[in-house]
């Protein structure tokens, strides 16, 4: 009797996925989320200066330097000064604005640079006589009033939230002989608006009490009146 060989299917070679540098087929990494604050600010942004350009003292600004701040090093007081500074560094991103620079002699400028107490000593200097962000140019506080206006917006939120819930809050506290926990605020504060009125209307009926309307306060009125 002859021997019989069973029937396999057929083996099929993957074809390996090969990628180069012209041309990759590569899965791209996700893209990083967006801050909500910065996104306005990405809607109406135009190519300008880079953030390395932003950070040179333009031949206007040096001008004007030398008008208020004369030709003699103030560091050494003796030799000229015949180069410009920046106060806040550029590698921190310090800009290039007349706020940030100090017109010192070269050796003076080396030995700021790398000196800490004297860097730190001008940079109270102008922080005193400019304000915290001194080296800021235009676009850093356009930047930075976005941000500010973005979180100021978030915590007047969260505020309303919290009067929201109050009547609530103190309602389950005085039942329950306690402050309410973290995650039991949480819980609440986690509630959206329709849900939270209904749970506060059942809470009202459960311990046969009406709640307290949070108090409005209007313009100019302070708390504790």
Same mark, same amino acid.
């Not at 400028?109 to 790398?114: A, V």
């Given at each position: 009797?002859?021997?019989?060989?069973?029937?396999? #299917?057929?083996?099929?070679?993957?074809?390996?996925?090969?990628? @180069?540098? &012209? =041309?990759?087929?590569? %899965?791209?990494?996700? /893209?990083?989320?967006?801050?909500?604050?910065?996104?306005?600010?990405?809607?109406?942004?135009?190519?300008?200066?880079?953030?390395?350009?932003?950070?040179?003292?333009?031949?206007?600004?040096?001008?004007?330097?030398?008008?208020?701040?004369?030709?003699?090093?103030?560091?050494?007081?003796?030799?000229?000064?015949?180069?410009?500074?920046?106060?806040? #560094?550029?590698?921190?991103?310090?800009?290039?604005?007349?706020? @940030?620079? &100090? =017109?010192?002699?070269? %050796?003076?400028?080396? /030995?700021?640079?790398?000196?800490?107490?004297?860097?730190?000593?001008?940079?109270?200097?102008?922080?005193?006589?400019?304000?915290?962000?001194?080296?800021?140019d235009e676009k850093d506080w356009e930047e930075f009033n976005h941000k500010q206006n973005a979180l100021q917006q978030k915590e007047r939120e969260k505020q309303e939230r919290q009067n929201q819930i109050?009547?609530?809050?103190?309602?389950?506290?005085?039942?329950?002989?306690?402050?309410?926990?973290?995650?039991?605020?949480?819980?609440?504060?986690?509630?959206?608006?329709?849900?939270?009125?209904?749970?506060?209307?059942?809470?009202?009926?459960?311990?046969?009490?009406?709640?307290?309307?949070?108090?409005?306060?209007?313009?100019?009125?302070?708390?504790?009146?």
């Amino acid at each position: 009797m002859a021997h019989q060989t069973f029937w396999k #299917p057929e083996k099929i070679v993957k074809e390996k996925k090969t990628y @180069n540098s &012209l =041309r990759s087929n590569k %899965p791209k990494a996700a /893209k990083k989320e967006v801050p909500e604050w910065k996104k306005d600010i990405l809607a109406h942004h135009k190519p300008g200066q880079s953030s390395k350009d932003r950070c040179d003292f333009d031949k206007d600004v040096v001008a004007e330097l030398i008008a208020e701040q004369g030709e003699k090093c103030p560091c050494c007081k003796v030799a000229a000064s015949n180069t410009t500074h920046h106060v806040w #560094p550029r590698g921190r991103k310090g800009r290039g604005v007349k706020t @940030n620079g &100090l =017109r010192v002699c070269w %050796p003076c400028h080396d /030995k700021i640079q790398t000196t800490d107490e004297l860097l730190q000593y001008w940079i109270s200097v102008y922080r005193e006589k400019y304000g915290d962000h001194f080296w800021f140019d235009e676009k850093d506080w356009e930047e930075f009033n976005h941000k500010q206006n973005a979180l100021q917006q978030k915590e007047r939120e969260k505020q309303e939230r919290q009067n929201q819930i109050k009547p609530v809050v103190d309602l389950l506290s005085t039942a329950a002989g306690r402050s309410l926990k973290a995650k039991e605020l949480h819980l609440l504060q986690s509630f959206q608006d329709k849900d939270m009125a209904v749970f506060a209307t059942l809470m009202a009926d459960v311990f046969g009490r009406p709640l307290e309307e949070p108090r409005v306060f209007s313009y100019g009125e302070r708390f504790e009146d």
